[in-house]
């Protein structure tokens, strides 16, 4: 089971470039990179409801749940 981060899609959507939201919300380019990629293990609420802010969107809009998506770490 897996979790899909969608951030690059709403990005896209809204016409944001990712050094914009990292500046805004205070995170380094490099670490939004390797959340955009789903590198990540997790996420602060306070970081993703200043994404969520910023690109007036929901949490849902970001991140998706997919049965059938293995997770990197092998974790189920």
């Known amino acids: 089971m897996g979790i899909i ?3 690059d ?3 896209a959507l809204r016409k944001v470039r990712s050094k914009d939201l990292a ?3 205070g995170i380094t380019e ?3 990179s390797l959340l955009k990629s789903g590198k ?3 996420i ?3 970081t993703l409801s200043a994404i969520c ?3 007036q969107c929901q949490p ?3 991140l998706v749940f997919d049965p059938e998506v293995e997770s990197e770490a092998g974790d189920d």
């Open 5 to 7: 981060v969608r951030l």
């Open 9 to 11: 899609v709403m990005l």
């Open 23 to 25: 500046q805004h919300i």
């Open 30 to 32: 490099s670490n939004l």
């Open 40 to 42: 990540v293990r997790g």
């Open 44 to 46: 602060r609420f306070e």
């Open 53 to 55: 802010s910023y690109l």
């Open 60 to 62: 849902g809009d970001i």
